[in-house]
C-alpha cells in the first residue's frame, strides 16, 4: 500500500487519522506530521523529509492551499527527488476514499469525493420533515 502523508496546522491531521481509524481501523500506513505553533517552516520542512526519506512511495495530503504545511511539500515535490502525489483541503471523506482505493486497488477521484461530502444541509432539507432523514 502506498503511504499517506498527513500534514496541517496544529493537530488537526492527527485527529483526522484518529477519526479515520475509528471507520476504518488501525493504518500503519498513514503518517502525521503537525506544524507546531511557533515551529519554523525549516525545522517542519526537515521533519517532513525525515519522515519521507523512509517510504518508498507516499502520497500527501495537506490542509490548506498556501499554508506552511503545504509550501513545504510543494517545495519538496518541484525538487528532482522526491516525486509525489499532493492534494491540499484535505478531509475525511478523502482520507477514507483513498484507503478503499489501496484496499481494493482502484485509483478513487479524490478531489470529487472531497467535494460530495460538502453539502449545506439545511439549504437541502429545509422543507422535509424528520422522518426522511
Known amino acids: 500500500m502506498t503511504d499517506l502523508v498527513l500534514l496541517s496546522h496544529g493537530s488537526f491531521c492527527k485527529g483526522i487519522k484518529e477519526s479515520a481509524e475509528m471507520i476504518l481501523g488501525p493504518q500503519k500506513n498513514i ?30 495530503f495537506t490542509d490548506i492551499l498556501g499554508g506552511t504545511p503545504y509550501n513545504v511539500a510543494y517545495k519538496s515535490l518541484l525538487s528532482a527527488k522526491n516525486k509525489f502525489a499532493l492534494y491540499t483541503g484535505m478531509n475525511l471523506p478523502m482520507i477514507i476514499s483513498y484507503v478503499n482505493g489501496e484496499l481494493v486497488s482502484t485509483t478513487p477521484n479524490l478531489t470529487q469525493d472531497a467535494k460530495e461530502g460538502i453539502k449545506f444541509v439545511e439549504a437541502k432539507y429545509e422543507n ?3 422522518d426522511e432523514f
Open 31 to 60: 503518517h502525521t506530521i503537525d506544524l507546531k505553533e511557533g515551529e519554523s517552516p525549516e525545522h517542519f520542512q526537515k521533519r517532513f523529509l525525515n519522515l519521507v526519506s523512509s517510504l518508498e512511495s507516499f502520497v500527501v
Open 128 to 130: 422535509s420533515s424528520d
